[in-house]
Nanobody
Framework: VQLQASGGGVVRSGGSLRLSCTAS????????MGWYRQAPGKQRELVATITGSGVTVVSEAVKGRFSISRDDARFAVYLQMNSLQPDDTAVYLC???????????????WGQGTLVTVSS
């Protein structure tokens, strides 16, 4: 099971981006999914998570600007980012919890990350 993130890029302050992350392989179900980010010289931090029933948690730093959603038919999670600011510059990583791949069950899987750069 692999997670592939995409959608990062360079955007001006105030702009928008939509990140996507899709899980591939033989998958029966995925529990919580989420996005984290890591800026240069800083620790990894939670951005947003979403449960299998659609309950979301969004960090205070991005509340009101970012939203998370998922498509269970595609085993995908999305992050809509609006009103981007230079402080949002980071590598964004997707995460999947309790991945049921039939014979194998993974407590957690991480994507490779996608870089978001916001210029002032």
């Amino acid at each position: 099971v692999q997670l592939q993130a995409s959608g990062g890029g360079v955007v001006r302050s105030g702009g928008s981006l939509r990140l996507s992350c899709t899980a591939s392989g033989t998958i029966f179900s995925i529990g919580d999914m989420g996005w984290y980010r890591q800026a240069p010289g800083k620790q990894r931090e939670l951005v947003a998570t979403i449960t299998g029933s659609g309950v979301t948690v969004v960090s205070e730093a991005v509340k009101g600007r970012f939203s998370i959603s998922r498509d269970d038919a595609r085993f995908a999670v999305y992050l809509q980012m609006n009103s981007l600011q230079p402080d949002d510059t980071a590598v964004y990583l997707c995460n999947a919890q309790r991945v049921d791949a039939g014979r194998y069950k993974f407590p957690e899987r991480w994507g490779q990350g996608t870089l978001v750069t916001v210029s002032s």
